[in-house]
């Protein structure tokens, strides 16, 4: 089945404990992307990769960093995650770019304490 | 960086009625997409826009890309208990470098009661 993996679906932490959330994707997909979900805000990029070892900062890129070593996997790290970093996360991922189709995760909700 | 003013923020009707929503720019978008979110899942791609004043359905839903291409509209007729989640508008954007970005809108809630 075609799908983005993304895990942990749920994660309590304590603030500056580095944390990586994982994304991996199934479907030979070249565009991978970080979102957060925050109420009243919509969602919002944190990162995103047009292809194997490219990657590029969205809207909120600050705290956070990704790789792009392999196409299938596109991991979220919090080197020091702070309390604003609680979120729900969602990676997603589409054959070229953002004009097609993203298909989406389910979602990692963080809370940093 | 480019927004989108999406409408009303939440909507409560009951089952059977109709439903519709929209999203404004004040800059041109080439694409408009609608996703819905339910509960506990990811955002998933109901409709494509790619043409202005395109009209598209997709079932009970139509989505249109406004002349001006700067507003879209999403309808959705005779809501069912399963239309209940989150709908979000979005719009490609190119930045100059030619990073690419998808902006989403804030989303509307939609609560259906039976």
């Known amino acids: 089945e075609a799908q983005v993996t993304q895990n942990p679906r749920y994660l309590i932490t304590v603030t500056g404990k580095k944390l990586t959330v994982t994304c991996s994707q199934n479907?030979?997909?070249?565009?991978m992307s970080w979102y957060r979900q925050d109420p009243g805000l919509g969602l919002r990029q944190i990162y995103y990769?047009?292809?194997?070892?490219?990657?590029d900062k969205g809207d909120v890129p600050e705290g956070y960093k990704v790789s792009r070593k392999e196409k299938r996997n596109f991991p979220l790290i919090l080197e020091s995650p702070s309390p604003n970093q609680t979120s729900l996360y969602f990676c997603?991922?589409?054959?070229?770019?953002?004009?097609?189709?993203?298909?989406f995760g389910s979602g990692t909700q963080l809370s940093v304490l | 960086g480019q927004q989108l003013n999406q409408s009303p923020q939440s909507m409560f009707i009951q089952e059977g009625e109709d439903v519709s929503m929209n999203c404004t720019s004040s800059?041109?978008?080439?694409?408009w997409l609608w996703y819905k979110q339910d509960p506990g899942e990811g955002p998933v791609l109901l409709i494509a826009?790619?043409?202005?004043?395109e009209l598209t359905s997709n079932g009970r839903l139509t989505a249109q890309f406004g002349i001006t291409r700067k507003d879209s509209f999403l309808n959705i007729s005779a809501s069912i208990p399963s239309d209940v989640g989150i709908y979000f508008c979005?719009?490609?954007?190119?930045?100059?470098?030619?990073?690419?970005?998808?902006?989403f809108g804030k989303g509307m809630k939609l609560t259906v009661n039976p």
């Open positions: 997603a991922s589409s054959l070229t770019g953002i004009n097609e189709k993203l298909f």
């Open positions: 479907m030979n997909h070249e565009y």
């Open positions: 826009l790619y043409k202005a004043g």
């Open positions: 800059s041109i978008f080439n694409t």
């Open positions: 979005a719009g490609p954007t190119v930045y100059q470098g030619g990073s690419e970005k998808l902006v």
């Open positions: 990769s047009m292809n194997v070892e490219v990657t």
